[in-house]
Structures are given as structure tokens and as C-alpha cells.
Antibody, heavy 121, light 108 residues
């Protein structure tokens, strides 16, 4: 069974940093591209970042570019999101999501339950 | 950047058919994916690549995509289908994944 479990969320002051983790199990993690998607309270879904299976390709949403860094450790079956210079508008539930298993897939077939990040003074 | 437009809400009686639209410039040239999200839960993929269903998703869920509009159709709507639904595409011109604003489906 595919499982994605996020951790690392919490309360942080504006300008602070936080590192999110996503532990993957039930599939060959090193074969899949992964993403972070967030959802502000009461709002819709917003894609945040993408990383290919080998980490060779990385993309960011304009809203986080230069502040967030995505990475992965295939040996540990883990995905990370380093968030720096946090702003109030970064407050959201952050989900890790697996890219679909069809070559060229552009959808997210499995999602974690999310971790809440609250940026507030 | 590419924009996807969904109606904020759609209401339907049980047993009827719900249609949720997703508008975008020449969206028919893109692959559209749909997610269902119930309160307090993570999104679930219900349709991918315009009209394919993941295993475990009922045949009542179907999709179509042409021109400037993609549509998620839910036949024989049940109370358990009440949720927020999001469309999503990958914008190849900018290498960004884009979500629509979401549609709240209410089962009357």
C-alpha cells in the first residue's frame, strides 16, 4: 500500500524557516517524481514544487521561488521542503504528492495527509 | 500564466447528473485531471488524462475535454459525492502545474 506521511509543520514567525519531510513507503520511491502542494485555510489547492526521480529536474511556483528548496533522499525514501523567509501567506497545509506512474504523467495519484504550517507572530 | 476557471458551486439532487466545468484557453490541447476533496481529507484523483479513471473510482465519474472547456460528469449522484472538486493541468510553456479554483458540489 502506497503511503506518504508528512511531518515538520508547526508555528513559525514571519521571516523564519522550517523543514518539511515526507516519508514514502509501499512503492519504489526512487522511480517516481514527487511534488509539494499546499492549501491555505479555506482556500484551493496550489502547486508548490516538483522534483524528478533523480533530482535532476526541479521546478518551483513563482510564489516560493528563491525561498523554498525541494530535495529528496532516495536511500531514505524521503522528500523534503526547506522553507526560508516565511511569510504570512505561506500559512497552509502542505501535502506531498506522487506523480502518476505512466510515462509523461502530469497528475498526482497519491497524496499524504498533509502537515500544517502556520506563519504568525 | 495559465488560468483555469471553475464555478464556485454546483448543486444537484440525489440520483441526478452533476457537471462541473473547467475553463482554460485551448484547454482541449492539454491533459486535464480531476480531484475530489472532502472536508479534512487529502485530495483524491478521480479522473486523469481527460477521461481515464484510477482503479477504485466508480464508473459514475467521467470526464471530457474539448475546445476551451473540460467537464467532470458525475452520474447518479450520491450523498457521499458531496465534496470540493479541482481540475488541474500541466502548463508546458512554463513548466508549472496549475489548479482550478475548485467547485463545491452540494447534494440537495
Amino acid at each position: 500500500e502506497v503511503q506518504l506521511v508528512e511531518s515538520g509543520g508547526g508555528l513559525v514567525q514571519p521571516g523564519g524557516s522550517l523543514r518539511l519531510s515526507c516519508a514514502a513507503s509501499g512503492f519504489t520511491f526512487s522511480s517516481y517524481s514527487m511534488n509539494w502542494v499546499r492549501q491555505a485555510p479555506g482556500k484551493g489547492l496550489e502547486w508548490v514544487s516538483y522534483i524528478s526521480s533523480s533530482s535532476s529536474t526541479i521546478y518551483y511556483a513563482d510564489s516560493v521561488k528563491g525561498r523554498f528548496t525541494i530535495s529528496r533522499d532516495n536511500a531514505k525514501n524521503s522528500l523534503y521542503l526547506q522553507m526560508n523567509s516565511l511569510r504570512d501567506e505561506d500559512t497552509a497545509v502542505y501535502y506531498c504528492a506522487r506523480e502518476g506512474d505512466i510515462v509523461g504523467a502530469t497528475y498526482f495519484d497519491y497524496w499524504g495527509q498533509g502537515t500544517l504550517v502556520t506563519v504568525s507572530s | 500564466s495559465y488560468v483555469l476557471t471553475q464555478p464556485p458551486s454546483v448543486s444537484v439532487a440525489p440520483g441526478q447528473t452533476a457537471r462541473i466545468t473547467c475553463g482554460g484557453n485551448n484547454i482541449g490541447s492539454k491533459s486535464v485531471h480531476w480531484y475530489q476533496q472532502k472536508p479534512g481529507q487529502a485530495p483524491v484523483l478521480v479522473v486523469y488524462d481527460d477521461s481515464d479513471r484510477p482503479s477504485g473510482i466508480p464508473e459514475r465519474f467521467s470526464g471530457s475535454n474539448s475546445g476551451n472547456t473540460a467537464t467532470l460528469t458525475i452520474s447518479r449522484v450520491e450523498a457521499g459525492d458531496e465534496a470540493d472538486y479541482y481540475c488541474q493541468v500541466w502548463d508546458s510553456s512554463s513548466d508549472l502545474w496549475v489548479f482550478g479554483g475548485g467547485t463545491k458540489l452540494t447534494v440537495l
